[in-house]
C-alpha cells in the first residue's frame, strides 16, 4: 500500500502553490493502492480551515476525505504501534505525531508514504519516505 501525508491532501486544494497543487492532486488521483490513515484524515480536516479564505471550506475536506474512504484503505492504528512509537524514538529524531504516523503505516504494511516532512528520512524500516515535490 501507498499513504499520502495530510500535507499532500492540502496541497490539492491549496490554490497558493500551483505546481505543488497540481503534484499532489495528480498523485492523489493516481497513487496505487492507496491507504488512507485516520490520523492523516484528521490533520487534513483540521489544516483544511486554513483554506476557507481562499475558497476551500471544511464541509469540501470532509466530502473528500468521504470519497479517498470509499477508494482507499483505512488504515487505523494498534495499541502495538505505541510500541512500535517508543522503538522509533530510540532510533531517529522525529516528532510523536511523525513517529505515530510512521509506525502506524509499518504496523499496516504501507511500502511508501509521500510526503514533504520528513527530509532527513528516505527510509524508515521497511517504509520508503518519498517527497513528490523534488524533482527526481
Known sequence: MNAVD???????????????QRVASELIAKVPDGALVWQVACEYLWASRKLEPFGYSFADAEEDVRNLRLVWNTVLPEWTTLDRMEDLKTEYSLSF????????????????????DFSGYARVESLEIVNPFQPA
Open 97 to 116: 505525531w511523525d513517529r505515530l504516523l510512521i509506525a502506524t503505516c509499518l504496523d499496516a504494511g504501507v511500502r511508501r508514504l509521500y510526503s514533504e
Open 6 to 20: 495530510s500535507n499532500i491532501l492540502f496541497y490539492a486544494h491549496d490554490r497558493r502553490y500551483p505546481e505543488k
